[in-house]
């Protein structure tokens, strides 16, 4: 009883330790394709709506009708001739070609719509828009904020336009598998007001602050093979390989999403 226990609680511990992630993002709307804030989003949920209604009808009228079959025409006991045989009927079999026919021709049409909506997307009017281009710096990854657009793959031609209508903060995740770590592929995307946008562009160009209380944390990572991957303004280092480190501590989450940018959670990823 002891072993097991003694097994299980650091388990239990590994699984139920998130980082800080599960609290960091309780805040934050539910990553959900049916509340979109932005173009494509808007698009690609009506037509996901749109199938759903059309495949919940298709489900409630076939199960509908094969509830009435089976109770209406069930065995009786005592009866044990053949049903009526309707082989070659004609009404019948023009009826479940066609209407199978039409019901995926209107959602091949439907989708095909939003498909052209989507990828033949041209700058939008308003200045509010964003344009992001997708580019790797190793396998394909696909680019998926539900809230914002559409899964679109991460190579190098392929562009997005997005036009988000409200502030806040979004969840997304990496939707092809990219490698043992593609779980862990999170990305948020934070929508703000253009002043507090162009406050934020600005901060971020400036260079690492010289602070004397964290002269000797400078002194190791301009010192070891740090600098090798990773770019910190204003230190010398100008590693391209990883992430930029300038302003570190400005961002709410490490390890691409996986872990909440707290003081202890830094030193367990370092
Ligand atoms: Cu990147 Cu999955």
Redesign the pocket.
Known sequence: MFLVLTLLVPAVTVYADDWGMGQANARLPHPSMFRPVSTPAQDISTLAVFVLMVTTAIFVIVSALLTYSVIRFRARPGDGSEPPQLYGSAPVEFAWTAVPVLIVFVLILTTARSVYTVQAARRPPRSVAVRVELTSADVV??FWVPQLAGKTDVIPTNVMWMEPQEVGTYLGQ?A???GTQ?AL?LLRVVVDPRDQWDRWVATQREVAIEDTSVASGRDVFASTACVNCHVVRGVGANGRFGPDLTHLMSRETLAAGAAHNTTPNLKAWI
């Open positions: 990854h696909s990496c092809e598998f990219c593609h592929m």
